[in-house]
């Protein structure tokens, strides 16, 4: 099994900004990429931004370009997400993923975990 625990959301005022924390453990064989989303109440989950493990690249959302950068430690096994210029919009769950392969006993089996979720709000 896999786990991810997220942590740094809370609550800020609009043009503040807050880095969100996610670090994966378990019996992890691989990670590929990690992912960030955020679910407004009655949306959808989406994609916020997405890096890849071993190259680095990364894709964000079209509303969060410019705003948001996500970057990776790779010997903790830790993304983050720096947030600036935050917006009222941006008020979420925001949620971690990660892409990869997990031990089994003598299995590989691919990785489907998601964090607990740490709530973001922008209020005035």
């Known amino acids: 099994q896999v786990q991810l625990v997220e942590s740094g959301g809370g609550l800020v005022q609009p043009g503040g900004s807050l880095r969100l924390s996610c670090a994966a453990s378990?019996?992890?064989?691989?990670?590929?990429?990690m992912g960030w989303y955020r679910q407004a109440p009655g949306a959808q989950r989406d994609l916020v931004a997405r890096?890849?493990?071993?190259?680095?690249?990364?894709n964000y959302a079209d509303s969060v370009k410019g705003r948001f950068t996500i970057s990776r430690n790779n010997i903790k096994n830790t993304v983050y997400l720096q947030m600036n210029s935050l917006k009222p919009e941006d008020t979420a769950v925001y949620y971690c993923?990660?892409?990869?392969?997990?031990?089994?006993?003598?299995?590989?089996?691919?990785?489907?975990?998601w964090g607990q979720g740490t709530q973001v709000t922008v209020s005035s």
């Open positions: 993923n990660a892409e990869g392969w997990y031990f089994d006993g003598p299995s590989l089996k691919p990785i489907r975990a």
């Open positions: 378990g019996s992890i064989s691989s990670i590929n990429a």
């Open positions: 890096i890849t493990i071993s190259s680095g690249s990364t």
